[in-house]
């Protein structure tokens, strides 16, 4: 086709690739003593955040140590937000062994978040009114999951039970069990399961899923094996992955380049959501790169 007959479009869209799975990214849930714990800890190389110190206990503590895992228990960290996203930091940017990273429970975490920010309003004297003892607890939470996006390896959010309600025949009523946590964490995950126990076995039933081996409603054996062979073993035990955050550099730059640009509010949530950062600092290397080159042409237009 020559320049002349050549097609001028604003069509953004691309022809579909062929994409893997990749890593797990998913939460459990279900009552206590289903085998949620249990369970994840069968993933290869886990590196697992206890947030509740159950799993201090000796069993579970060789059995971290025979899949080739590490432990960081309420004492190192464990229940602090803020703590728990460095550590995925470290491991999505640092050389390290482990596969899975477990989060249990993510119930314990943001709870705690919770109750932390109501004694910070009730001691000046403030009412914790119109959720606002919530919303610390939820930025946490989409930072926490903007670093599970980017991080290369598979992530379990543990969760406890927490009853739905809904309106049946005009009455609010009981109508099934949601993981006890932020209430948008199932939609920003591939893969919700509810453990149950059926007399002597222990089942996953799948309550969402955007996967082809996990169709909405099925259950299975809550076992490693089972779970491999539906969702890939090769992609699940593969090595991981590591990214290289943005250089203090790039970020002071990007700085600078937003004291001359005219950036509006909507182009920085813009640039800030397909980064999956909350922050400058938070940026990858590449996106840096992108962030600089997309500000220095907008300044020069």
Same mark, same amino acid.
């Given at each position: 086709?020559?320049?002349?007959?050549?097609?001028?479009?604003?069509?953004?869209?691309?022809?579909?690739?062929?994409?893997?799975?990749?890593?797990?990214?998913?939460?459990?849930?279900?009552?206590?003593?289903?085998?949620?714990?249990?369970?994840?800890?069968?993933?290869?190389?886990?590196?697992?955040?206890?947030?509740?110190?159950?799993?201090?206990?000796?069993?579970?503590?060789?059995?971290?140590?025979?899949?080739?895992?590490?432990?960081?228990?309420?004492?190192?960290?464990?229940?602090?937000?803020?703590?728990?996203?460095?550590?995925?930091?470290?491991?999505?940017?640092?050389?390290?062994?482990?596969?899975?990273?477990?989060?249990?429970?993510?119930?314990?975490?943001?709870?705690?978040?919770?109750?932390?920010?109501?004694?910070?309003?009730?001691?000046?004297?403030?009412?914790?009114?119109?959720?606002?003892?919530?919303?610390?607890?939820?930025?946490?939470?989409?930072?926490?999951?903007?670093?599970?996006?980017?991080?290369?390896?598979?992530?379990?959010?543990?969760?406890?039970?927490?009853?739905?309600?809904?309106?049946?025949?005009?009455?609010?009523?009981?109508?099934?069990?949601?993981?006890? $946590? +932020?209430?948008? #964490?199932?939609? %920003?995950?591939?893969?919700?399961?509810? !453990?149950?126990?059926?007399?002597?076995?222990? &089942?996953?039933?799948?309550?969402?899923?955007?996967?082809?081996?996990?169709?909405?409603?099925?259950?299975?054996?809550?076992?490693?094996?089972?779970?491999?062979?539906?969702?890939?073993?090769?992609?699940?035990?593969?090595?991981?992955?590591?990214?290289?955050?943005?250089?203090?550099?790039?970020?002071?730059?990007?700085?600078?380049?937003?004291?001359?640009?005219?950036?509006?509010?909507?182009?920085?949530?813009?640039?800030?959501?397909?980064?999956?950062?909350? $922050? +400058?600092?938070? #940026?990858?290397? %590449?996106?840096?790169?992108?962030?600089? !080159?997309?500000?220095?042409?907008?300044?020069? &237009?």
């Amino acid at each position: 086709m020559s320049k002349k007959d050549a097609v001028v479009t604003k069509l953004k869209a691309r022809e579909p690739l062929s994409v893997s799975p990749g890593k797990t990214k998913a939460v459990i849930f279900g009552k206590s003593g289903v085998g949620k714990t249990w369970f994840v800890t069968s993933f290869p190389n886990p590196y697992y955040i206890d947030t509740e110190g159950g799993a201090d206990l000796r069993h579970y503590q060789e059995r971290l140590k025979a899949a080739g895992g590490a432990y960081m228990g309420p004492q190192d960290g464990a229940l602090d937000f803020g703590t728990v996203i460095e550590q995925m930091q470290a491991l999505a940017t640092e050389k390290h062994g482990y596969k899975t990273l477990i989060i249990d429970s993510i119930t314990k975490l943001f709870q705690t978040e919770i109750a932390n920010e109501q004694e910070r309003i009730e001691s000046r004297g403030n009412k914790d009114e119109f959720g606002a003892s919530k919303k610390p607890a939820v930025r946490w939470m989409r930072r926490l999951i903007n670093w599970a996006t980017k991080l290369d390896m598979n992530i379990w959010f543990v969760a406890h039970e927490a009853t739905e309600w809904g309106l049946v025949n005009g009455q609010r009523s009981e109508i099934g069990q949601i993981p006890d $946590s +932020w209430d948008k #964490l199932i939609y %920003e995950l591939d893969l919700t399961l509810r !453990a149950e126990k059926r007399g002597a076995s222990r &089942v996953a039933v799948v309550r969402k899923s955007r996967l082809t081996g996990f169709p909405d409603g099925e259950s299975f054996p809550l076992e490693y094996a089972d779970f491999a062979e539906r969702y890939g073993k090769d992609f699940i035990e593969a090595p991981v992955a590591l990214i290289t955050k943005a250089e203090e550099a790039q970020v002071d730059k990007i700085k600078k380049l937003l004291e001359v640009v005219k950036v509006t509010p909507e182009e920085t949530e813009k640039l800030m959501k397909k980064a999956s950062a909350e $922050s +400058w600092e938070e #940026l990858t290397k %590449e996106q840096a790169d992108s962030v600089i !080159a997309w500000l220095e042409k907008k300044g020069k &237009v």
